[in-house]
């Protein structure tokens, strides 16, 4: 019982600080950043006990029965701590971010509110210990998400959160009906290394094959992939670090969790492979990965070429996952990290520039290596790292992936990622070259900012905070506490079962 509200208490430190926010006084900005902060601090050192106490061999559960054969579970294993980790550490940047880059917004009250309860969505579904329980949280993700979509309430975001909605709704409909097909089948049971569909009957493999198919639209809609996309470049229309949050932290994350932890847990990476449904995945991997980079390189606008490049990078978590061994595998789920990082890098780095400059255009961007120097690098390091260069976190990414690919014999996977690599050059280098190689479209700014930080403190220490981190991640990918190590132990846990 004791080692349960260690749970209870990790979604608690956001849910009771938004609860507290959405009664303040809009005036009380000091008291409501401090909740903020203080929930946010409070997870992160959640997170990491409960990952020090997972070394040590101490497990954390909390179940209740809800109906007869449905059960509401909270646990906490290996992958739950590689997501709540990724998430809380990111969710401080954001924050941060967010604090500065809203100081003039309205209804800052009512965005900080569904801002933690976004928080609480995520870690929620980081310890769901089986699929009904993931779905609550899928779906509270889904309608506490909306609101900030809204936030500037123009008639783009209303748009955005209306195409959101449709599309997250739907998705969760496909996705609770799979849910049920499955608990017909073999009914509910908690989450597994190793899967706990391998005792099904032979007979049952066709059946099996239909509701993977189910749930794989269900949670690939929030992961974007193609033809079930649309929602995520017309949600651009939101704040930056609302796009943040959708793109590294929350949304597009939760549904690649959700594909990793039905293939890996549900049926397991064997049965997975028996069945024959990796090949599925690996098409609709190689399909998103080469339409979002097609993409990409023809959007002006800058954030929106950014949301493309997230449609086609989320999918290389799926690529991995879809490769059978433990090379691939590594791969994709070290990129679930990796491309986290570096993408919040970019958007924080794009919302710099657009409240600095109200620069949303890529044509915009010239000579910014002048005037912004701090964000510009940043950015460069992250868009550098997204097409894989070394030392930074994408290369290690995308080497693994590479090694499994060949692992497998796969070679039109190796030409996908390298075709893809290429095609994340064509889209990144031209806005490097506008950054650092043409002359600045604001010279009065220039002399204007001589003796003052290029923007908002609390919008360039995040982004620098970030970008060190995606070059840190790559730097040191083979020390023991190493997103790459946690994950290698992960993996290899799995493929032992």
Not at 132 to 148: D, G, H, N, Q, R
Not at 442 to 468: G, W
Request: net charge neutral; proline share 3%; glycine share 8%.
């Amino acid at each position: 019982m004791e080692n349960s509200l260690y749970l209870v208490a990790l979604l608690l430190s956001s849910f009771l600080p938004a609860l507290i926010i959405f009664f303040l006084d809009e005036k009380r900005v000091v008291l409501r950043n401090s909740l903020n902060l203080l929930g946010v601090g409070t997870k992160i050192a959640l997170v990491a006990f409960l990952f020090i106490s997972l070394i040590e061999g101490t497990h954390f559960r909390l179940s209740f029965e809800i109906a007869q054969g449905v059960e509401f579970l909270l646990k906490v294993d290996e992958l739950s701590l590689l997501f709540a980790g990724l998430s809380s550490v990111l969710w401080l940047f954001t924050t941060l971010y967010a604090i500065g880059y809203l100081k003039k917004s309205k209804n800052q009250g009512r965005f900080f509110g569904f801002f933690s309860l976004c928080v609480t969505a995520t870690i929620g579904l980081c310890v769901s210990g089986n699929l009904f329980t993931f779905f609550l949280f899928y779906e509270f993700l889904t309608l506490v998400t909306f609101p900030l979509l809204l936030h500037n309430q123009d008639e783009a975001s209303k748009q955005a959160a209306i195409s959101y909605l449709k599309y997250t709704l739907f998705g969760g409909a496909v996705f609770l009906l799979g849910i049920v097909l499955l608990h017909s089948l073999v009914g509910s049971h908690e989450f597994v290394s190793g899967g706990y569909l391998q005792a099904t009957q032979e007979g049952d493999s066709l059946y099996l094959q239909i509701i993977f198919v189910i749930l794989l639209i269900g949670v690939g809609v929030k992961a974007a992939i193609v033809p079930l996309h649309g929602w995520l470049p017309k949600a651009m229309a939101a704040p930056a670090p609302v796009s943040a949050l959708l793109h590294a932290v929350a949304v597009v994350k939760a549904g690649a969790f959700g594909i990793v932890r039905i293939v890996y847990e549900v049926y397991g990476i064997e049965f997975a492979s028996m069945l024959g449904i990796l090949y599925i995945l690996m098409f609709v991997a190689i399909m998103t990965i080469l339409y979002g980079s097609l993409k990409a390189l023809f959007q002006e606008d800058l954030k929106k070429r950014l949301a493309y490049s997230t449609i086609s990078q989320v999918s290389y978590i799926l690529l991995g996952i879809s490769l059978f061994g433990p090379l691939g595998t590594i791969g994709g789920l070290v990129h679930l990290v990796h491309q986290g990082v570096m993408k919040i890098t970019l958007f924080f780095c794009a919302g710099a520039f657009s409240s600095t400059y109200k620069i949303t255009k890529i044509d915009q961007m010239d000579g910014l290596g002048k005037t912004m120097p701090l964000a510009s690098l940043s950015f460069t390091l992250a868009a550098l790292g997204m097409i894989g260069i070394p030392p930074l976190a994408g290369f290690v990414s995308k080497w693994y992936l590479g090694l499994g690919a060949l692992e497998n014999g796969l070679w039109l996977v190796v030409g996908v990622i390298g075709l893809s690599a290429l095609l994340n050059s064509a889209y990144f280098l031209p806005i490097l070259y506008r950054i650092w190689f043409r002359a600045p479209l604001y010279e009065k700014q220039i002399s204007a900012k001589k003796f003052s930080l290029e923007a908002d403190p609390l919008l360039i220490f995040p982004l620098l905070a970030t970008a060190l981190l995606s070059l840190l991640l790559g730097v040191f990918a083979m020390s023991d506490l190493s997103a790459l190590e946690w994950v290698k132990q992960l993996v290899y846990l799995e493929y032992s079962q």
